[in-house]
């Protein structure tokens, strides 16, 4: 049977028009990709609808040899199904969520006399999960509160009503150190027992107001009882649960119950922050990374993570803050994409705490691998100067003169992002007299890229000029003329505040100050000027010394001559010891040179 594409794409036409999930299996029987859809066979053709994809999806396709799918009542139906089979059988090409092992959790058990415990295994089973949590410092924390206030047991007896009855456990360490009040032989009730630990699930929900205002009701009805000693111990825990909540950070106190999405990305991978918000404070927090597999969208991963966490916290708040809207809203849930207003100042610190976690994810990468790095800067800069092609090879060009004399000009190469300084060339200006950068600049370019194409060497993916529109027009004009204009992309950089000039367009460009595209234009620019200054100033000293020997009197053009033969440089000359001198010129002109420049 032929199990091309082809094939597949004549399978997808006959899949109904209706919500479901469809699943793409390999030679070996093995799942690759599952996707949801509000109408089946749309959505599956407009894969070989497409003329071009990005290389995963392509490689999917071409090891793809048939499709399943699944008909459902609805997209949120769809939604739900295709977040349990990806966890299920993880395919290859699917977004990734993380183990949810790999987290602590908040586990709330289900026995008769409930236990809260620590744990990384979840498993729904066992109670009620809460969390995940990235600090253990932080569950810890909150459950040394909860056995503060509420003295739950940590014992693993078979704790039932019946075997309470029975006397078949005696009281231990825990309660004679005031840690647990003995449920275990009738010290307390059932009733009460359960009762707070019912308080206590509402504090790890994070509803510390909740419990506060019931506290209080419950210490003023038993202060009207004259139940001083009771009231008094309902007192100390509103104390402590308020000391507790005031290490909260409190971000909005009109925010009573929303969750709250940042994110970032690179080109490997998504990188989520999400921030639970109840009565006004941030409760619990953690970032994610997911992996990219097949080019997906922001909108795409948000709706994967932002559903998965609202499913395990139970749909436990109907609104969620996001800074792009998915396609699809599952029941029960609504999006908001905030313009302004406390909502917005709430998004945008998801938004940093995103950006941090991805740039600190980044410098571990690069820390093992420096290459990756270097991949990014380039990615950067490509993206941030709208280039067509990655920026390996760059090479900076400055000019130098003083008043008009001594002109000169340096280039700068730069490779991955790093000097060459083995490719630095600097040149004499030829055909340009005083100072006129613009002509200086049309000179250099010129010469530099006719010798390039002659010999057949290899052309920069960009040049940047150390100057502003005048001297970019100039360099575009001398690679018009060697028909390289459009093979090479050329940007302008003004001294003065930083603008970047494309060729044709007279409005500048600015980057963020900090940007890192900034930072390695700014380099290369400061290496060019330091190569072009220090060689024009060896110019110029040379100069100045090889014109001061000529007037030395009783030193002639011959001596000079042997001088500079022998010692390579006036200034070598200026600084050599008498014996040195002796042994070219003999004695007398020797003390004659030595005698002049210490005169100076």
């Known amino acids: 049977m032929d199990k091309t594409p082809q094939h597949i794409a004549r399978e997808a036409a006959s899949l109904p028009d209706a919500p479901g999930v469809y699943k793409f299996f390999d030679s070996d029987n093995t799942i690759l990709y599952i996707g949801k859809a509000k109408n089946l066979k749309k959505r599956v053709q407009s894969y070989f609808a497409k003329s071009q994809h990005n290389n995963k999806t392509t ?124 449920p275990c032989v009738g010290f307390q009730s059932k009733d009460d027992y359960r009762a707070n630990i019912e308080e206590a699930r509402s504090i790890i929900k994070g509803r510390m107001l909740h419990v506060i205002g019931y506290l209080q009701q419950k210490m003023m009805s038993l202060a009207k009882e004259y139940k001083y000693e009771e009231a008094n111990q309902i007192k100390e825990k509103i104390a402590i649960i308020e000391s507790f909540k005031a290490k909260s950070t409190v971000v909005n106190n009109k925010a009573k119950n929303i969750d709250v999405y940042g994110i970032a990305h690179d080109n490997h991978s998504y990188y989520i922050s999400y921030l639970k918000i109840i009565d006004g404070a941030i409760v619990h927090s953690f970032n994610t990374e997911v992996k990219r597999r097949m080019n997906e969208t922001p909108e795409e991963v948000l709706l994967h993570v932002a559903f998965d966490i609202w499913n395990r916290n139970r749909k436990d708040t109907n609104e969620a803050v996001v800074p792009v809207k998915p396609d699809f809203t599952p029941e029960g849930l609504k999006w908001k994409v905030p313009t302004k207003g406390d909502k917005l100042k709430l998004q945008e610190l998801a938004q940093r705490n995103a950006r941090f976690f991805m740039m600190e994810k980044q410098r571990i990468l690069e820390k093992r691998d420096p290459e990756i790095a270097i991949e990014r800067k380039l990615q950067t800069l490509k993206k941030d100067l709208r280039l067509a092609e990655m920026p390996y090879y760059i090479e900076c060009f400055d000019n130098s003169n003083l008043q008009g004399t001594n002109p000169v000009a340096s280039c700068v190469v730069f490779r991955n992002t790093r000097p060459s300084k083995k490719e630095y060339r600097h040149y004499n200006i030829k055909t340009v007299s005083g100072a006129n950068d613009f002509a200086s600049m049309s000179e250099i370019i010129f010469r530099r890229y006719k010798r390039l194409s002659e010999e057949g060497g290899e052309l920069p993916k960009l040049i940047v000029i150390d100057g502003g529109k005048g001297q970019l027009s100039a360099a575009v004009d001398s690679l018009k003329t060697l028909d390289l204009y459009g093979k090479m992309a050329i940007i302008g950089l003004a001294k003065r505040l930083e603008e970047i000039y494309y060729p044709g367009d007279s409005t500048p460009m600015y980057l963020d100050k900090n940007s890192e595209s900034l930072k390695i234009i700014r380099q290369l620019r400061d290496e060019a000027h330091r190569f072009a200054i220090t060689f024009h100033r060896k110019k110029r000293d040379k100069q100045m010394l090889d014109n001061e020997l000529l007037h030395i009197k009783g030193i002639g053009e011959k001596t000079l001559g042997l001088l500079l033969k022998h010692f390579g440089s006036a200034h070598n000359i200026k600084h050599a010891p008498v014996d040195e001198l002796s042994k070219i010129i003999g004695k007398s002109k020797a003390l004659i040179i030595q005698d002049h420049f210490k005169k100076q």
Not at 142 to 167: D, G
Request: positive net charge; proline residues 4%.
């Open 59 to 182: 490689v999917m396709l071409r090891k793809a040899v048939r499709i399943e799918h699944i008909v459902v009542a609805n997209e949120n139906d769809a939604l739900l199904l295709e977040n349990s089979l990806i966890k299920q059988w993880q395919p290859r090409y699917n977004v990734m969520l993380k183990d949810d092992k790999t987290y602590p959790w908040v586990c709330i058990t289900n026995e008769e006399f409930p236990r809260i415990v620590y744990t990384r295994n979840k498993a729904d089973f066992i109670g009620e999960f809460y969390g995940p949590y990235t600090s253990g410092y932080t569950i810890k924390t909150l459950l040394s509160l909860v056995k503060q206030l509420y003295k739950p047991r940590s014992c693993r007896l078979k704790l039932t009503q019946e075997n309470i009855n029975k006397a078949k456990f005696d009281v231990c360490l825990e309660y004679h150190i005031g840690t647990c009040l003995a």
